[in-house]
């Protein structure tokens, strides 16, 4: 207990009349150069276009500002769409529903995601995966 709340890890809001609404988890909050950008936000959006089947967004070290991330999506979408068209219009549909800094800025199409043992997206697991991939690249240092 803390100051008479028990700290559980997720990001509440509470309405007008006293009601509180789990809207992220602290670990999923995205710190784009000190905007807080909640990822379920960003995912709540994808899910609007009518090709997607799961999403989740996740923060990546952003090379280019250290200190700062990057908003990835990733995405599995219905059998027989366009990937290309598909990616343009989630795009578009991001632009349109979030602010600039929010807007994921690549988006990447699988058809299998890593799962927590409640067939929840497992967004750490996409995360680290995506540091190895970029520490690969020579994107991040190798140690950190």
Not at 67 to 76: I, M, P, T
Not at 122 to 128: A, N, T, Y
Request: aromatic share 8%; proline share 8%.
């Amino acid at each position: 207990m803390k100051d008479g709340w028990l700290p559980t890890g997720d990001i509440a809001r509470m309405d007008e009349d006293g009601y509180f609404y789990i809207v992220d988890r602290i670990k999923d909050m995205i710190n784009i150069s000190g905007n807080k950008v909640y990822s379920r936000v960003v995912d709540d959006v994808l899910y609007q276009h009518p090709a997607v089947r799961m999403a989740a967004a996740i923060g990546l070290p952003d090379p280019e500002r250290p200190g700062s991330e990057r908003v990835k999506a990733f995405l599995s979408i219905a059998p027989g769409r366009d990937p290309d068209q598909v990616r343009d219009e989630v795009q578009k549909l991001c632009r349109e529903k979030l602010p600039a800094y929010a807007v994921p800025k690549a988006i990447e199409f699988r058809d299998e995601f890593p799962l927590t043992v409640t067939e929840k997206i497992f967004k750490r697991k996409l995360r680290e995966q995506e540091i190895e991939k970029m520490k690969a690249q020579g994107l991040l240092p190798s140690g950190g």
